[in-house]
């Protein structure tokens, strides 16, 4: 019989985090599955009431804690002896967790303390033969497998989209506290402060509700025979700010800084979505001044709903790429769209 267990840690904000709420709802989804209907909750933090009176609707059989002072801020020594703690008194055999920067930073020593076997960005699961088996992407999210293990504890991260937030009512849980006695090499690490660049500049927003992606249209000659880049860089900044869109780009725009082309300077190979770069999963894609070539769009397939701004009404974004497409100028319709975000 799998015992489930669904290591969580406490958000920025005293709460918990879409990723951590998505872990729970695979939790929740997995025992039913296994025909267990039970599941424990590990939680890590400091002062973790507030994240208790989330819990009371969880469905978790039971919540074990390790509350220490020593786990208000990541660290990998500290975390991995909470979570290994966690596991070794649930006497869980399946261990589930987020894939956020937090837990993959120290899942993997947890893991090997206690004579484990891990997977990470776990996209699915099924049972086939009585057996588990998980999927997970490879090869930039374009070859999915499927994994099976005998070897316990088998612990798993989920990354983010593959599941509904679990929607939790406020109501008071109890848990049961685990000791932990953090040694000297755990915890003497020390957190200085933490360096992150202005609102205005933070242009990649995985949480985000729209993904906002650029083209290489937008640095080229317009209808007046002239580049705006400039233009364009306003028009762009302007509307993520306004809307808190991600920003991504097509790889022909991030590829024109080593051609020497004046580009968007807020701009980087980061932001790339496609064939050779991201796979991302917000609920919404706008695209404006791109084509829409499969290279490109292969990058989108994970965007629920689709829309595109083009002159081409023959573009590929038309022929059966995206949801809607608007005929008309990027700088105009965007300008317009700017305006009207502006009055709100």
Known sequence: MEQLLVILHQGQEDGLSKANLECLTAAKTLSELLGTDSFQIGLIGHQLDSVLTLLGNSGASKILKVDAPELQSPRYG???????????????NLVLAPATTRVERCIAGACQRVGGKIDTRISGFSIEDGQLSVKRWFYRQRIEGTLTR???????????????????????????????????????????????????????????????????GWSKKQGDG??????????????LQNSGASLGSSKSLVDQSHEGAKVLSFMSHLNQVG?????????????????????????????KERRAVNTDANCGWARGKADVV??????????????????G
């Not at 006695?181 to 205005?200: L, M, N, R, V, Y």
């Not at 917000?282 to 994970?302: I, Q, S």
Request: aromatic letters at 8%; one cysteine or more.
């Open 150 to 216: 005998k070897a316990r504890p088998w612990f798993l991260t989920f990354g983010a989209g593959q599941f509904e937030p679990m929607n939790l009512e406020p109501n008071a849980a109890t848990a049961t506290d685990v000791e932990v006695a953090f040694s000297e090499s755990e915890t003497h690490t020390e957190i200085k402060g933490i360096q992150k660049p202005a609102t205005d500049t933070q242009t990649i927003r995985p949480d985000a509700n729209l993904l906002f992606v650029a083209g290489a």
């Open 78 to 92: 500290s975390d991995v002896a909470a979570i290994a703690a966690l596991t070794k008194s649930s006497g869980a």
């Open 275 to 303: 064939q050779t770069g991201s796979t991302p999963r917000h609920p919404k894609g706008l695209a404006t001044c791109c084509h829409g070539e499969e290279p490109h769009v292969v990058g989108w397939r994970f965007i």
């Open 226 to 239: 002239q580049i705006h880049v400039d233009q364009a860089e306003h028009l762009i900044k302007a509307f």
């Open 326 to 343: 608007y005929v008309g100028d990027a700088f105009e319709v965007m300008d317009l769209v700017n305006k009207l975000l502006e009055k």
